[in-house]
């Protein structure tokens, strides 16, 4: 089965450090970007990154760059998001996404499989 | 950075109804935009890619059309489970998405 399978739950305090992860499996991970989406509480969906994992080419947001970090570990499928220090303002569901559907033409960025989603709680 | 505006913020129909969102970009996408679905409490769903293409598996009863910076997503027949909150997202060549639409039944 083509899915994207994220790490559970996180409560933390301001000033933490998090990575939470996205582990792809069923198709070429290296041939497809991933993608990372930022979900507010009663909010819409803001774009945060992508990377290409087959050679790590990443690209951030504007709103996003500098505030994490994306990466991934093509050995074993999965890329990451990371925070070096959590304010309350990241409170939020964290979702990846993918495109492997898009078949050979994966500069598509339809995201067409999505993981289940993180939720990240920040708060003192 | 490229923007993209929807409209309405929200719209209540009936079942049956037709139902239109609209989306604008700030600039040319060519036909680089897609639309999803997302319910309460789960991922967004892929419905339309590249502006009119339907996704593998989703009824007919969606579409979409446009290119340029003027995008239509339809619903020709509104269904109860077809409640939730619709985005439009371009790719040209990273990514925006628009700020969704709440579609409930009247």
């Known amino acids: 089965e083509v899915q994207l399978v994220q790490s559970g739950a996180e409560v933390k305090k301001p000033g933490e450090s998090l990575k939470i992860s996205c582990k792809g499996s069923?198709?070429?991970?290296?041939?497809?970007?991933i993608g990372w989406v930022r979900q507010m509480p009663g909010k819409g969906l803001e774009w945060m990154g992508i990377?290409?994992?087959?050679?790590?080419?990443?690209r951030y947001s504007p709103s996003f760059q500098g505030q994490v970090t994306i990466s991934a570990d093509k050995s074993i499928s999965t890329a990451y998001l990371q925070w070096s220090s959590l304010k309350a303002s990241d409170t939020a569901m964290y979702y990846c996404?993918?495109?492997?559907?898009?078949?050979?033409?994966?500069?598509?960025?339809?995201?067409?499989?999505w993981g289940q989603g993180t939720m990240v709680t920040v708060s003192s | 950075d490229i923007q993209m505006t929807q409209s309405p913020s929200s719209l209540s129909a009936s079942v049956g109804d037709r139902v239109t969102i609209t989306c604008q970009a700030s600039q040319d996408i060519s036909n680089y935009l897609n639309w999803y679905q997302q319910k309460p409490g789960k991922a967004p769903k892929l419905l339309i890619y590249?502006?009119?293409n339907l996704e593998t598996g989703v009824p007919s009863r969606f579409s979409g059309s446009g290119s340029g910076t003027d995008f239509t997503f339809t619903i020709s027949s509104l269904q109860p489970e077809d409640i939730a909150t619709y985005y439009c997202q371009q790719y040209a060549p990273w990514v925006t998405f628009g700020p969704g639409t709440k579609v409930d039944i009247k």
């Open positions: 990377i290409y994992p087959g050679d790590s080419d990443t």
């Open positions: 069923g198709y070429s991970f290296t041939s497809y970007w």
């Open positions: 590249d502006a009119s």
């Open positions: 996404a993918s495109n492997p559907r898009r078949g050979y033409n994966p500069s598509i960025l339809a995201f067409d499989i």
